[in-house]
């Protein structure tokens, strides 16, 4: 299904996507975790970046397995690409609930009806969040330099061997 656009492969493009999304839902989710007043103002926008991470990934692993039919095996960078919403989805959910739990807080200031969230849920989830956005950050790194690796590695090689030969003999 996501093979091909205009006669080029769709994976790529996609990778793009994911390559700037998850690393900004990283980002945004260590600042609302470590900045409590940032939760209101960016929390929305944070899970949001997270979310759309979360559904183009398996647009990526889709059309990166028709460009694995097209041109072979891209090897580790297949099964680190397939991981990746594993680390992906834990975040999405922290950053939700960060964004929640800061909203339950704000209403149970105004309101008496809302009771505030228990005693350190907050603390527990922002700590949480930052352990899952370090660990989706470090996996989205050791996708995209296998996948860099897979499509560039022998090219760069070959060409980098053979300027060395040339200066030298």
Same mark, same amino acid.
């Given at each position: 299904?996501?093979?091909?656009?205009?006669?080029?492969?769709?994976?790529?493009?996609? +990778?793009?996507?994911?390559?700037?999304?998850?690393?900004? $839902?990283?980002?945004?989710?260590?600042?609302?975790? =470590?900045?409590? @007043?940032?939760?209101?103002?960016?929390?929305?926008?944070?899970?949001? +970046?997270?979310?759309? #991470?979360?559904?183009?990934?398996?647009?990526? *692993? &889709?059309?990166?397995? &028709?460009?694995? !039919?097209? =041109?072979?095996?891209?090897?580790?960078?297949? /099964?680190?690409?397939?991981?990746?919403?594993?680390? $992906?989805?834990?975040?999405? +959910?922290?950053? @939700?609930?960060?964004?929640?739990? !800061?909203?339950? *807080?704000?209403?149970?200031? *105004?309101?008496?009806?809302?009771?505030?969230?228990?005693?350190? @849920? *907050?603390?527990?989830?922002?700590? +949480?969040?930052?352990?899952?956005?370090?660990?989706?950050? %470090? /996996?989205?790194?050791?996708?995209?330099? &296998?996948?860099?690796? !897979?499509?560039?590695?022998? /090219? %760069?090689? #070959?060409? #980098?061997? /053979? &300027?060395?030969?040339? #200066?030298?003999?």
């Amino acid at each position: 299904m996501f093979d091909l656009i205009n006669g080029l492969p769709i994976h790529p493009l996609v +990778v793009h996507a994911v390559v700037v999304l998850l690393p900004l $839902a990283v980002l945004g989710t260590i600042a609302i975790a =470590v900045r409590p @007043a940032w939760r209101a103002r960016y929390g929305v926008a944070v899970t949001a +970046v997270a979310l759309l #991470s979360v559904l183009f990934i398996p647009i990526a *692993t &889709s059309s990166g397995e &028709s460009l694995e !039919a097209r =041109v072979g095996d891209p090897g580790k960078h297949a /099964q680190l690409g397939d991981q990746l919403i594993w680390f $992906a989805l834990p975040l999405l +959910v922290c950053a @939700a609930a960060l964004t929640w739990l !800061a909203r339950r *807080t704000e209403k149970a200031r *105004t309101t008496a009806r809302v009771s505030a969230p228990p005693r350190g @849920a *907050t603390a527990t989830v922002a700590v +949480v969040a930052v352990l899952f956005a370090v660990a989706a950050g %470090v /996996q989205v790194y050791r996708v995209g330099d &296998s996948g860099a690796r !897979a499509a560039w590695g022998d /090219q %760069v090689a #070959s060409s #980098s061997s /053979q &300027s060395h030969g040339d #200066s030298n003999g």
